[in-house]
């Protein structure tokens, strides 16, 4: 049986406790990424994370972006959004199909 | 070219032969599968945008919510509220194939059935504030979960499709016409072999008949 984690700042984070779902609240950067190791190798298979904090840590989530779990997913925080979820999609499909089709212009 | 390595003999001709005609087999059959991948790829990731834009409405929606909660009460009583939730989510992977591409399937499950399990504290000493933003952050949940298993299927056909477009086009560009060019130079080949093994032949004929019947002397 597994879990859900979501892991940013603790402002943007805190209300997801309600919903059953387990939050890790980070301060920096180094702790993030033990953090995110430690999450990925054990029982969260889906994890949520802040675009503010996403955006330190790019390379370690890039790596998991071909395996079938755990699948790591931006949400918007409270600040510093950087759009970077909407991003990802427009790369995925640029990766696909060579240029972006659907979404250039908006 | 490579085709000047090739040796030319009918046995790597018909090697070659083999290889062109499965060569053939494979690049029509990764077309099929890339067109198909493509399809499918295209109508999911329409609903990641879609999904994705939903749920991060919702929970911008929530989050300024839980700062007005957070600005009507003192920190420590909000601390306290939520310190001990009452739902868990209990998560279950499944692994779904589509066209040789294995993607996740994400079901939940809760531990108690009743919604209002979401608030994990008192109403006395909380404000209605809290409530609502809880409520509100509670709508976007089944989205968000859809959205990571929509949004992980999305990768892992990108990288997929991506894999498969190379391999079409390394067999439609480089290896089906230098296998094409290897064996137009064989058959090359041996038909000048031929040719000149036949002429040999004949002007050999004509030596040994130069020499049964003295044709020269004669005329």
Request: charged share 30%; net charge neutral.
């Amino acid at each position: 049986m597994y879990k859900i984690a979501v892991i940013g700042d603790y402002d943007s984070i805190y209300g997801f406790a309600t919903l059953g779902i387990d939050t890790f609240p980070i301060h920096d950067e180094n702790e993030a990424k033990t953090k995110l190791k430690e999450l990925t190798g054990g029982l969260y298979k889906i994890i949520y994370i802040t675009e503010s904090l996403a955006s330190k840590l790019t390379e370690e989530i890039e790596k998991y972006e071909e395996q079938i779990t755990p699948a790591i997913i931006l949400i918007p925080g409270i600040s510093d959004n950087t759009g970077e979820g909407i991003n990802r999609v427009k790369q995925s499909v640029e990766k696909a199909v060579g240029s972006d089709i659907l979404f250039g212009n908006q | 070219m490579a085709s000047t390595q090739v040796t030319p003999t009918r046995m790597e001709l018909t090697r070659l032969k083999k290889k062109l005609v499965t060569a053939r087999k494979g690049h029509k059959l990764l077309k099929d599968k890339r067109d198909e991948l493509m399809r499918q790829f295209l109508e999911l990731v329409r609903s990641n945008m879609d999904l994705r834009r939903g749920v991060e409405e919702g929970i911008k929606r929530a989050n300024r919510n839980f700062v007005m909660a957070k600005a009507s009460m003192d920190e420590a009583t909000l601390n306290t509220a939520l310190m001990s939730p009452k739902q868990e989510i209990q998560l279950e992977v499944e692994e779904k194939n589509v066209m040789s591409v294995n993607i996740p399937v994400f079901n939940t499950k809760t531990r108690t059935q009743d919604e209002n399990d979401i608030y994990s504290y008192g109403f006395a000493f909380t404000s209605s504030d809290l409530d609502g933003a809880v409520k509100s952050l509670s709508q976007v949940l089944k989205d968000m979960l859809k959205l990571a298993e929509v949004e992980k299927a999305c990768q892992l056909m990108a990288s997929e499709i991506e894999k498969t477009r190379r391999r079409v086009n390394a067999l439609e560009h480089v290896i089906i016409p230098q296998t094409q060019e290897s064996i137009k130079y064989i058959t090359m080949k041996l038909d000048e072999n031929e040719r000149s093994s036949q002429v040999r032949l004949m002007k050999v004929k004509d030596m040994m008949l130069e020499d049964a019947h003295k044709y020269s002397e004669r005329a």
